[in-house]
């Protein structure tokens, strides 16, 4: 949530809000998933374990998703259970959901994914991709280059 109109913002200078009357901080109408229409489609959200990977795959089930695939590096069972759950109290038909232990630094890690994605739902109509290699935590003037380079771009 940005500062309170008038309050200062070392980033961007005062919060005047010119360009928009309304702010929002939840769910409203144009963007509930519950209003849309997604039956047949496939997705995948990596880093689902928790947080906002976790909401986007509940997301998806609200929004009738048929096919959902859950990556993370730690296990995904309790939340392929909540996706079911959310999508039948949405009043969705439930989505075969496919947990997947990924890392997407590992391209043969994303590569496996991507083929038992295909075997399994067929086809793949979205990916949402929430999860990212952290790196060395430093300031940018005391860090190695290659390391925070490492964290910006694929490497095969």
Same mark, same amino acid.
């Given at each position: 949530?940005? +500062?309170?109109?008038?309050?200062?913002? +070392? %980033?961007?200078?005062? $919060?005047?809000? !010119?360009?928009?009357? !309304? /702010?929002? *901080?939840?769910?409203? +109408?144009?963007?509930?998933? @519950? *209003?849309? &229409? %997604?039956?047949?489609?496939?997705?995948?959200?990596?880093?689902?374990?928790?947080?906002? $990977?976790?909401?986007?795959?509940? @997301?998806?089930?609200?929004?009738?998703?048929?096919?959902?695939?859950?990556?993370?590096?730690?296990?995904?069972?309790?939340?392929?259970?909540?996706?079911?759950?959310?999508? !039948?109290?949405?009043?969705?038909?439930?989505?075969?959901?496919? $947990? %997947? !232990?990924?890392?997407?630094?590992?391209?043969? @890690?994303?590569? *496996?994914?991507?083929?038992? /994605?295909?075997?399994?739902? $067929?086809?793949?109509?979205?990916? /949402?991709? *929430?999860?990212?290699?952290?790196?060395?935590?430093?300031?940018?003037?005391?860090?190695?280059? &290659?390391?925070?380079?490492?964290?910006?771009?694929?490497?095969?």
């Amino acid at each position: 949530m940005p +500062p309170p109109q008038g309050t200062w913002n +070392p %980033l961007e200078g005062p $919060g005047d809000y !010119t360009t928009t009357k !309304t /702010i929002h *901080n939840d769910t409203y +109408p144009a963007i509930d998933p @519950s *209003n849309a &229409e %997604l039956s047949g489609k496939a997705i995948l959200v990596t880093g689902a374990s928790r947080g906002l $990977g976790k909401s986007m795959a509940l @997301s998806f089930a609200k929004a009738g998703a048929s096919y959902i695939a859950i990556g993370a590096r730690s296990g995904t069972s309790s939340v392929q259970e909540e996706v079911k759950r959310v999508a !039948t109290a949405a009043g969705r038909k439930e989505p075969q959901v496919l $947990g %997947l !232990t990924l890392d997407v630094a590992d391209a043969t @890690s994303v590569g *496996n994914a991507i083929e038992e /994605i295909c075997k399994k739902f $067929g086809k793949l109509d979205v990916v /949402i991709n *929430n999860a990212a290699v952290m790196g060395d935590m430093a300031l940018i003037g005391d860090s190695d280059p &290659e390391s925070w380079w490492n964290t910006c771009e694929w490497q095969d």
